[in-house]
């Protein structure tokens, strides 16, 4: 219990660095810049149709190019200063040792993640306040706007049929929000563990070249054999195959994947912290 104890207080400590952190604030205000600019315009048509929009953008918006580039590139933002040691830190590591502060670190991405994606969906549903309403269905203005593709509003083109037409709003919620928290945690775990051994510019890059693999076999393979291994395309559900019957990756496969590789990258992110020497280092 002691120890469980020590691995939440490193935790809860850098996220509360995070009020005083320039870094958050800036990432926050570009989200919630580029969030502004992607549902405002379904909130301007829900207005000019007469009919209240219900919630459910979020799945949608992670499952388009830009939507989810965005969202990962916040992640790398959010998890650059990995593996998260100031000045402060080295009273923790001596107070919690080498595995506990490892563990600790490890906790709070997970934690992070957790926060980081309740915001943007908090912000999502705060934009379309003043239109909105709660139904277990997906409403009349998502579901004009997926039918016809986003051609009733230009600037809207992200709204999915399929994803309509294969799930539920609470069930796509709930899928999307958890494929991607994986590919954040996924990404912000190698990024710790590169940039122990290696450098910080080192696991920003790699991770940001990861987050861009998407788009790249999007635009250049032909073959969906090739988003098998794209962690970022894996989160997507309009490249899930959620009824077996075509060559995307099944649920079951995203699943395994995701928590194959974050116990891999955990398992060697403490392994590295023990191993390795921790210098402080400047914030980000």
Known sequence: M???RKIFLVSINNIRKWATNPRIY???????????SSIRPILSFSKEMGIRVTPWVFPHLASSFVGQLILMLGVVLLFCDA??????????LIRSGRYTWGMGQVFYIMMGMTIY?????FISILILMPNIFLSTGWGKILGTLAENHGESVNEIEYISKKI?????PLKAFVLSFILEWCAGTALALLMFVIN????????????????LLDYAIYSNFPSVKFFYFSPVSLSKLILIDSKGISNYPSNEYAYIFFIITIIVLSIISVLSVRRKDIQVQPAV
């Open 26 to 36: 800036v990432l926050f205000i570009l989200i919630t810049m580029f969030l502004w």
């Open 83 to 92: 593996p998260f040691i100031d000045e402060g830190q080295p009273y923790f």
């Open 117 to 121: 994606l309740l915001i943007v969906n």
């Open 164 to 168: 309509l037409l294969s799930y539920t």
């Open 196 to 211: 122990i051994c290696l450098n910080r510019a080192a696991g920003a890059t790699i991770a940001s070249l990861i987050i």
């Open 2 to 4: 002691d120890r469980i």
